[in-house]
């Protein structure tokens, strides 16, 4: 069994951090929770992966690709519940000055 790593200190920590409201059994379970993917992260950094080429996916992905055509679009369905409207576009408060 691998040291503890992480205490319930620092669980109660980042549950603050997340505004995440724990009481002292959640922060017990979380910390053992989380010592226990850090002691799977450390076996598996065991491993010789020297021949294994860097990649994003565990399997060759990509992107299917398809004609680009303009459609109808959902129009007034979708401006029948919005609050505030201008013309054919919701009307929203301005964010950025």
Do not use: C, W
């Not at 503890?4 to 620092?10: G, Q, V, W």
């Not at 910390?31 to 950094?45: D, F, M, P, R, S």
């Not at 029948?80 to 576009?89: G, K, T, Y």
């Amino acid at each position: 069994m691998t040291p503890e790593k992480i205490d319930s200190k620092t669980v109660k920590h980042v549950a603050t951090l997340a505004r995440i409201k724990m009481n002292e059994a959640e922060l017990e379970q979380y910390g053992a929770q989380l010592n226990a993917i850090l002691g799977y992260v450390e076996k598996l950094q065991e491993l010789d992966t020297s021949d294994v080429a860097p990649m994003a996916h565990v399997t060759a992905t990509a992107t299917p690709m398809r004609e680009d055509i303009l459609s109808k679009g959902l129009g007034e369905r979708v401006l029948a519940n919005a609050p505030q409207r201008e013309e054919r576009f919701f009307k929203v408060p301005q964010v950025i000055e």
